[in-house]
């Protein structure tokens, strides 16, 4: 969906380096949030934004930040890489009463 | 604490047959399902929805069923198509919960021709 995008698509980073994820929206909608998928967990939520500066934090945020500085752009952050955050990432937008709209995703290998 | 739960990691239909997937969810406060569609090196897209003031909601081949009482909802596919094979996510919101949605573990659906 090009309303919605990320970057990068891949990465491979050494454990205890910092990551920066990208997510980036032309619908304007409101509500942002960061997902990770993991095989027997599902999607699960890092952190989600209802607002430029309003964060807070999902069922598996430690390790991780964001930021909202803008309405379109929605960063996490890794601060010190470590292997059990090798995963896939999915950026999702919407607006309330909506459902999500996912972005294609970004997979994560830590080594 | 698993509050939306899909039991089957995988299942396997003949083309031509229905496919049922399962869903099961523990927070009596969710009011809004949802069932997305997922593809290998894509993000989860939008199938189909169902509120808690219906029981059933269809939209061409795929349908929704609402079991409140039993905090259950199922999506059936029929006639299945090969095309259908991905992993099916069921979601959950509630009111008030600025439409965060909670996703289960997953089902994938494989669809032999």
């Known amino acids: 969906d090009a309303g919605i995008t990320q970057s990068p698509r891949h990465k491979v980073t050494e454990t205890g380096t910092p990551v920066t994820l990208r997510c980036h929206q032309t619908?304007?909608?409101?509500?942002m949030y960061w997902y990770r998928q993991d095989p027997g967990h599902g999607l699960r939520l890092i952190h989600y934004?209802?607002?430029?500066?309003?964060?807070d934090k999902g069922e598996v945020s430690d390790g991780y930040s964001v930021s909202r500085s803008k309405t379109e752009d929605f960063l996490l952050t890794l601060e010190s890489a470590t292997s059990s955050q090798t995963s896939v990432y999915f950026c999702?937008?919407?607006?309330?009463?909506?459902?999500?709209?996912f972005g294609s995703g970004t997979r994560l290998t830590v080594v | 604490d698993q509050q939306v739960k899909q039991n089957s990691p995988s299942l396997s239909v003949q083309e031509g047959r229905i496919s049922i997937l399962n869903c099961d969810y523990t927070?009596?406060?969710?009011?809004?399902f949802l069932w997305y569609k997922k593809y290998p090196a894509e993000g989860p897209t939008f199938l189909i929805s169902?509120?808690?003031?219906?029981d059933k909601n269809e939209d061409g081949r795929f349908t929704v069923f609402l079991n409140k009482s039993a905090k259950h909802l199922s999506l059936h596919i029929v006639p299945s198509q090969p095309g259908d094979s991905a992993v099916y996510f069921c979601?959950?919101?509630?009111?008030?919960?600025?439409?965060?949605?909670?996703f289960g573990e997953g089902t994938q659906l494989t669809v032999n021709p």
């Open positions: 619908e304007n909608h409101r509500y």
């Open positions: 169902i509120s808690s003031i219906k």
């Open positions: 979601a959950a919101s509630a009111r008030g919960s600025n439409s965060r949605l909670t």
């Open positions: 927070n009596s406060m969710f009011d809004y």
């Open positions: 999702a937008i919407s607006e309330i009463g909506d459902g999500y709209t």
């Open positions: 934004s209802y607002g430029v500066k309003d964060t």
